[in-house]
């Protein structure tokens, strides 16, 4: 008996110290929220987040109804510091909490403030180093408790630097393409760095691979440029590449019937969507400006006929490597929407339809007689091709939209034998994908040059969206 009296006795001791415990504890955390609330009334945002932090850590999975709390006083931190990310991940978990504990009034007051905070946008960018030159994204994103999270291109532009030659000179000015960049998205259009990305496209990454150490010096030269020895530069996949593509261009309910093919100037990659995380993806180093390479390696003292003919000779052993791997693809055989992507199918919209040149962001269909007749033009009337007839555009902007375009394909991209090439590689993927299975309807976008890249940051953030907000 008086072994089960001290035992008694013993039990409601540790269970007295661990409600005196816990009890200390919230009533920690409850002066810890106390302050935090109070530093940000006084704008001492660092202090605030560090006070209702600690707050979070002890009651966390101990007592859901202050955890609720300290993320709601998280959540009015951040929307006082306009950080609209942070400040709807954090309400949402107050909201999910609340939910569970069947506070409706809390949840639904919540759910009104986070309304109030869709109007207000928060800008990523992105920077691709390609291996025809180096573009920015700008990314607007938005949240609201229906829609979550939306996305807006809010600008883009491109340098052309001809990364992929790997020389000194070009190493030099794409540093410099990256650094002046940089500024445009930091400084003139106010993106936070910790919001910016710089990726390689698996295009250049091609060219690095062949040649050791130039992507080290490439890195580090980027890393001179921008006086920042830490800047992560990362590398995407062709695989990645093709899908980050593919999400930003084709809109959701027609994922499932349509492919993706993007001819770069390093490589041709591309694919389709299974779901939002599957993709099948194919790719061929043969881009505009690698396939150009290899035969003028081939043919080094050919004149533009002879270039021609080692176009003509090249093209077979590629043809007959994409027919193989194109054929394996189930999707690419039988599904009808078809989108091009790259330099030179923007080449042959502007240079075929220069009235198309205010259609940006929207998809115009383009024809195999369209590619038939563009690499035909580019063989054979090179300066007619080159030199449309403006004077059928009445729009007056339509018509200076379309000018700069070819002024910017003849003097900064492409010349006659890079337009061969790439025409070339058009109409063989073309000409593959309508060899069989489902009859295809072609589709470019102008704008989808930076497709891929505003992809990729869409991941991004979706991505730390959903884990931040589980944690």
């Not at 919540?110 to 920077?127: H, P, S, V």
């Not at 800047?231 to 809109?251: C, P, R």
Request: hydrophobic share 45%; aromatic share 8%; net charge positive.
């Amino acid at each position: 008996m008086r072994k089960l009296l001290l035992t008694l006795l013993l039990g409601m001791f540790v269970w007295a110290s661990g409600f005196a415990q816990a009890t200390a504890d919230f009533n920690t955390a409850l002066k810890y929220i106390k302050a935090g609330n109070t530093l940000r009334e006084v704008k001492q945002y660092d202090q605030a987040e560090e006070y209702l932090n600690k707050a979070l850590n002890v009651v966390r999975n101990k007592d859901k109804y202050w955890e609720a709390a300290a993320y709601e006083n998280l959540g009015f931190l951040y929307r006082d510091q306009e950080n609209i990310l942070e400040a709807s991940r954090n309400f949402s978990k107050a909201i999910d909490i609340y939910r569970s504990l069947k506070m409706a009034m809390s949840e639904k007051a919540l759910m009104q403030l986070m309304a109030g905070l869709k109007d207000t946008e928060e800008l990523f960018a992105g920077i691709d180093i390609g291996s025809k030159g180096v573009k920015l994204s700008i990314i607007g994103v938005s949240v609201s408790p229906k829609k979550g999270l939306t996305y807006n291109l809010r600008k883009s532009m491109s340098i052309n630097t001809e990364p992929s030659a790997l020389s000194a000179a070009s190493i030099k000015e794409t540093a410099a393409a990256v650094r002046d960049l940089i500024d445009t998205a930091t400084v003139k259009n106010s993106v936070v760095s910790d919001r910016l990305f710089v990726v390689m496209s698996s295009g250049l990454k091609q060219a690095t691979d062949k040649a050791p150490g130039k992507e080290a010096e490439l890195v580090a030269a980027i890393r001179d440029a921008v006086k920042n020895p830490s800047l992560k530069v990362d590398v995407v996949s062709f695989e990645d590449e093709a899908k980050y593509g593919a999400l930003a261009m084709i809109v959701p309910e027609l994922h499932l019937s349509s492919s993706i093919m993007d001819i770069g100037g390093g490589n041709v990659k591309g694919g389709y969507l299974l779901n939002r995380s599957k993709f099948e993806a194919v790719n061929f180093p043969y881009g505009t400006k690698a396939f150009g390479k290899i035969v003028k390696t081939k043919y080094p003292d050919a004149d533009i006929k002879g270039y021609i003919a080692g176009v003509d000779n090249e093209i077979v052993a590629v043809r007959e490597e994409m027919a193989i791997e194109m054929n394996r693809r189930v999707g690419l055989k039988n599904r009808k929407n078809v989108y091009l992507l790259g330099g030179i199918a923007f080449v042959m919209n502007t240079l075929l339809h220069p009235e198309r040149a205010a259609i940006i962001g929207r998809p115009v269909e383009v024809s195999l007689d369209d590619v038939k007749k563009f690499r035909q033009m580019s063989v054979s009337n090179y300066e007619e091709l080159i030199n449309p007839d403006f004077g059928k555009i009445a729009d007056p902007i339509v018509k200076q939209i379309a000018e700069e375009d070819v002024k910017l394909i003849t003097t900064k991209l492409y010349n006659n034998q890079d337009i061969i090439a790439g025409a070339t590689i058009l109409e063989t993927v073309m000409k593959e994908y309508a060899r069989d299975g489902v009859q295809k309807r072609f589709y470019f976008i102008k704008g989808g040059d930076v497709a891929w890249i505003s992809g990729y940051i869409f991941k991004i953030i979706s991505d730390d969206y959903a884990v931040k907000k589980e944690l």
